[in-house]
């Protein structure tokens, strides 16, 4: 997952890979057919299986920067790479498209990226959840209903709930931001990716899962969801850049379709343009998936004034 940035008029890039390495072009999946164990890290205090843990009280990011000015509540899913001995394992998650291209013709080897824009409807569901559009079928990079509805739910065995803490700071402009290229862990030597990105739940880290890094650097094969409010004022926008999947709804309806696995992509979004009411308070809601190897940054500015939205 490429980087995300948030900002009063959305603008939305996503994509599984940083600068050096583009997620979803010629890299072969990890892992495939060789067991999605656990390597390494500890659940702890801060995640469960299928269900809710206590939550850390350190970043999983490094933090570096200006002292955050608030903290969203955050739930990050782990899910293990895709094994096709393994019924537990979700085929979402590294396993992009072999032998297809982003047009979906033939193609030789994984010629990504794939953009897929037809995952979800543009209506959030009753439940607070993305819901699958091909409910019979399924899409360019994604296996069914089944296997998306996992995603953003706890599926005992399949996914690993970790409840994270998101700092947000201040821009020189007074937006609110995450920028994972300040605030993230190091991608490491010898990585086609160099500088920061979004790791939240690397081994050893407050947030660390059971499902670990299986072999890599990092931890990567992880969904995120974030509930947020704000009271319209006017003249606000919100601005993203990152990848893989982001499906970003306000009112509970999607403003932002980045789905897919693929590069950084970006999107501004006028909050003008959506017909609120001055004065009235709405959720923005947020959710991202990270599929493949080997990159993974959010990026966001908002002039919106983000607050974690009432728990239900």
Not at 17 to 42: E, M, Q, R, Y
Not at 48 to 55: I, K, M, T, V
Not at 92 to 115: M, S, V
Not at 277 to 290: I, M, V
Request: glycine share 16%; charged share 20%.
């Amino acid at each position: 997952m490429r980087r995300i940035v948030m900002a009063l008029a959305l603008f939305v890039s996503a994509g599984c890979a940083t600068s050096g390495h583009l997620d979803g072009g010629d890299t072969a999946p990890v892992n495939n057919g060789n067991g999605g164990g656990s390597s390494g890290g500890g659940g702890g205090s801060s995640s469960s299986a299928g269900g809710g843990g206590s939550g850390a009280t350190l970043f999983g990011d490094a933090s570096i920067g200006a002292v955050p000015v608030t903290m969203i509540p955050v739930v990050v899913r782990d899910f293990r790479f895709y094994d096709p001995v393994d019924p537990t394992s979700d085929p979402d998650f590294e396993d992009p498209p072999l032998g297809i291209n982003q047009g979906g013709q033939q193609a030789n080897g994984y010629n990504g990226p794939w953009d897929d824009g037809d995952i979800v409807l543009d209506t959030l569901g009753e439940d607070g959840k993305p819901i699958y559009k091909n409910a019979t079928g399924s899409t360019l990079t994604t296996h069914g209903k089944s296997s998306f509805d996992s995603w953003y739910r706890d599926v005992l065995g399949t996914n690993w709930h970790i409840d994270y803490s998101l700092p947000l700071v201040r821009d020189p402009s007074g937006a609110l931001q995450y920028d994972s290229e300040v605030q993230g862990v190091p991608y490491g030597p010898g990585l086609p990716d160099q500088g920061r990105g979004f790791f939240p739940i690397d081994d050893h880290s407050a947030y660390a899962s059971p499902f670990g890094n299986e072999g890599e650097p990092h931890n990567y094969s992880f969904t995120v969801e974030i509930h947020t409010v704000f009271t319209y004022g006017g003249g606000e926008s919100f601005n993203f850049r990152g990848d893989d999947d982001v499906f970003v709804f306000i009112n509970h309806k999607l403003v932002i379709n980045l789905g897919g696995v693929h590069g950084p992509e970006q999107r501004q979004v006028s909050v003008d343009s959506l017909g609120l009411t001055k004065g009235q308070q709405y959720p923005l809601d947020f959710f991202s998936a990270e599929r493949h190897v080997t990159g993974s940054n959010i990026e966001f500015e908002t002039q919106l004034d983000l607050k974690p939205a009432p728990t239900q």
